[in-house]
């Protein structure tokens, strides 16, 4: 293939016979992998990840704190198994520079990090990463002290020239566009000599379990957050300034990237096991328990991982997604297929996501012969019989998968790029087939 056929490439989505009946390893979390490698990177000692995820986005994530000298080696873990990756913390270093590609993460949680290295980082990506907010995070580094160079649009492409410290102390910032604002701020916060104290003035906050997770793992490297939940003012996380541990840590499967399996067996009334599903865990995706439940499947937690068992029945729902945005288009592809209407809410942030995700879910399921309209804060999904045809994805990994999962109760559906799922997912497409028996 030539290097941009991937882009035009139709992959005909496997259309299920029967019931799906498979266990599926889902790789690791996409945003545990992305926070350990800083928080390991920002340690005063040397740190392993393992099983981390290897995809677009954590090679991305990786490929920037090596451009600024942090030691990223392959290894085997403590234990000799498993793959692992160990993290050799060094003095930051600039000139440097990162693409980060249309990873949220990245561009919005290194910044920071620049900041605290010894010269300038210049930040450039994907054309999607210029159109992504960054406001919160550029504004706030200049308050906390950063010197950036930016073309004023609040956006990338940028240079944040580094000093080898920042002062930090208390900012305030609207987040409502993207938590990763918070986390971005809280995660290189011990390193500021003031430590930092966020506050968030806008409207509502979306993916509030993705702020819980950076105060979770940043609690577990030895620094002390003080939240909102654990007895501060609403809307404010004071991070105190201090050295941090490196961990041995085992990365979770990625919850979010588990949906379409799990919504394998809702729609084909199946089973699917998913080993290694955390008991305890702040990914958004454990919502799917409850949310798939709804919708009219059951599962189980059990000592081997989470079995989800379709009952042959789709319901629809109404639901406000915002504390689990990046659950919308796996959600949106089962309530199509649904036998009641579906109203997803709270998540207008998603315009702002790797694509127009409500625009573009719209327009693919629409163009599939569905009725779908776009609301001011999400989607009204009126269920119809579905037909074949080309599902466009816009370089978003979960738009692929939001196709597959249509494909498998709609015959001669053809994904556009499935490759872009390597954004989280590279093995997307065998998994899929392996989990179909194919
Ligand atoms: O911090 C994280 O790892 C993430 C936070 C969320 O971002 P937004 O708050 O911008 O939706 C989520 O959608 C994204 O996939 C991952
Ligand atoms: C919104 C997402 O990603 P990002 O980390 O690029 O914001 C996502 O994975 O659904």
Same mark, same amino acid.
């Not at 986005?57 to 490929?63: Q, R, S």
């Not at 950076?214 to 404010?236: F, H, I, K, Y």
């Not at 991982?305 to 029945?313: D, Q």
């Not at 309209?373 to 009126?382: M, V, Y």
């Given at each position: #293939?030539?290097?941009?056929?991937?882009?035009?490439?139709?992959?005909?989505?496997?259309?299920?016979? @029967?019931?799906?009946? $498979?266990?599926?390893?889902?790789?690791?979390?996409?945003?545990?992998?992305?926070?350990?490698?800083?928080?390991? $990177?920002?340690?005063?000692?040397?740190?392993?990840?393992?099983?981390?995820?290897?995809?677009?986005?954590?090679?991305?994530?990786?490929?920037?704190?090596?451009? #600024?000298? %942090?030691?990223?080696?392959?290894?085997?873990?403590?234990?000799?198994?498993?793959?692992?990756?160990?993290?050799?913390?060094?003095?930051?270093?600039?000139?440097?520079?990162?693409? %980060?590609?249309?990873?949220?993460? =990245? #561009?919005?949680?290194?910044?920071?990090?620049?900041?605290?290295?010894?010269?300038?980082?210049?930040?450039?990506?994907?054309?999607?990463?210029?159109?992504?907010? /960054?406001?919160?995070?550029?504004?706030?580094?200049? %308050?906390?002290?950063?010197?950036?160079?930016?073309?004023?649009?609040?956006?990338?492409?940028?240079?944040?020239?580094?000093?080898?410290?920042?002062?930090? @102390?208390?900012?305030? +910032?609207?987040?409502?566009? !993207?938590?990763?604002?918070? !986390?971005?701020?809280?995660?290189?916060?011990?390193?500021?000599?003031?430590?930092?104290?966020?506050?968030?003035?806008?409207?509502?906050?979306?993916?509030?379990?993705?702020?819980?997770?950076?105060?979770?793992? *940043?609690?577990?490297?030895?620094?002390?957050?003080?939240?909102?939940?654990?007895?501060?003012?609403?809307?404010?996380?004071?991070?105190?300034?201090?050295?941090?541990?490196?961990?041995?840590?085992? +990365?979770?499967?990625?919850?979010?990237?588990?949906?379409?399996?799990?919504?394998?067996? *809702?729609?084909?009334?199946?089973? %699917?096991?998913?080993?290694?599903?955390?008991?305890?865990?702040?990914?958004?995706?454990?919502?799917?328990?409850?949310?798939?439940?709804?919708?009219?499947?059951?599962?189980?937690?059990?000592?081997?991982?989470?079995?989800?068992?379709?009952?042959?029945? =789709?319901?629809?729902?109404?639901?406000?997604?915002?504390?689990?945005?990046?659950?919308?288009?796996? +959600?949106?592809?089962?309530?199509?297929?649904?036998?009641?209407?579906?109203?997803?809410?709270?998540?207008?942030?998603?315009?702002?996501?790797?694509?127009?995700?409500? $625009?573009?879910?719209?327009? &693919?399921?629409? &163009?599939?012969?569905?009725?779908?309209?776009?609301?001011?804060?999400?989607?009204?999904?009126?269920?119809?019989? /579905?037909?074949?045809?080309?599902?466009?994805?816009?370089?978003?990994?979960? #738009?692929?998968?939001?196709?597959?999962?249509?494909?498998?109760?709609?015959?001669?559906?053809? +994904?556009?790029?499935?490759?872009?799922?390597?954004?989280?997912?590279?093995?997307?497409?065998?998994?899929?087939? @392996?989990?179909?028996?194919?």
């Amino acid at each position: #293939m030539a290097p941009n056929d991937a882009h035009t490439a139709l992959w005909p989505a496997p259309h299920a016979s @029967g019931a799906v009946d $498979a266990t599926v390893h889902v790789p690791g979390s996409k945003s545990v992998t992305n926070r350990a490698l800083v928080l390991a $990177a920002l340690a005063s000692e040397p740190g392993w990840l393992r099983r981390p995820l290897r995809s677009r986005d954590t090679l991305l994530m990786a490929g920037a704190l090596r451009a #600024m000298g %942090v030691g990223i080696e392959e290894g085997v873990g403590p234990e000799g198994t498993g793959e692992a990756w160990r993290v050799l913390p060094a003095g930051l270093r600039g000139p440097a520079t990162v693409d %980060v590609g249309n990873a949220g993460t =990245v #561009m919005r949680f290194l910044p920071p990090v620049a900041a605290l290295s010894d010269g300038p980082v210049r930040f450039d990506g994907d054309p999607r990463s210029y159109e992504r907010p /960054l406001n919160g995070v550029i504004d706030a580094l200049r %308050v906390l002290g950063a010197r950036i160079d930016d073309d004023g649009r609040g956006a990338l492409p940028l240079t944040v020239h580094g000093s080898g410290a920042l002062e930090g @102390g208390p900012v305030e +910032i609207d987040a409502s566009s !993207s938590s990763q604002f918070v !986390s971005a701020l809280l995660l290189s916060g011990p390193r500021f000599n003031q430590g930092v104290e966020v506050r968030h003035t806008g409207s509502a906050l979306p993916s509030m379990p993705h702020i819980r997770m950076t105060v979770d793992m *940043l609690r577990s490297v030895g620094a002390q957050v003080d939240t909102p939940e654990s007895g501060g003012e609403p809307n404010v996380w004071r991070v105190t300034p201090g050295a941090l541990l490196g961990r041995d840590l085992t +990365i979770e499967p990625d919850l979010s990237n588990a949906q379409p399996f799990l919504a394998a067996a *809702l729609v084909t009334g199946g089973k %699917v096991l998913v080993p290694d599903w955390p008991s305890r865990t702040t990914q958004p995706g454990d919502r799917l328990r409850e949310i798939f439940t709804e919708m009219g499947g059951s599962c189980e937690l059990t000592e081997y991982g989470l079995v989800f068992t379709g009952s042959g029945a =789709v319901h629809g729902i109404d639901v406000d997604l915002s504390e689990v945005g990046e659950l919308t288009p796996g +959600i949106a592809a089962v309530a199509a297929l649904a036998d009641s209407p579906s109203t997803l809410r709270g998540v207008a942030h998603l315009r702002l996501h790797e694509t127009d995700r409500l $625009a573009a879910l719209t327009k &693919e399921i629409n &163009e599939l012969g569905g009725d779908v309209t776009e609301t001011a804060d999400g989607l009204h999904i009126r269920p119809r019989r /579905l037909h074949g045809g080309v599902f466009h994805t816009y370089e978003d990994h979960r #738009m692929a998968t939001a196709g597959a999962i249509i494909g498998l109760a709609v015959e001669g559906v053809r +994904i556009e790029n499935v490759a872009t799922t390597a954004k989280t997912l590279p093995d997307f497409p065998e998994l899929w087939t @392996g989990m179909l028996g194919a």
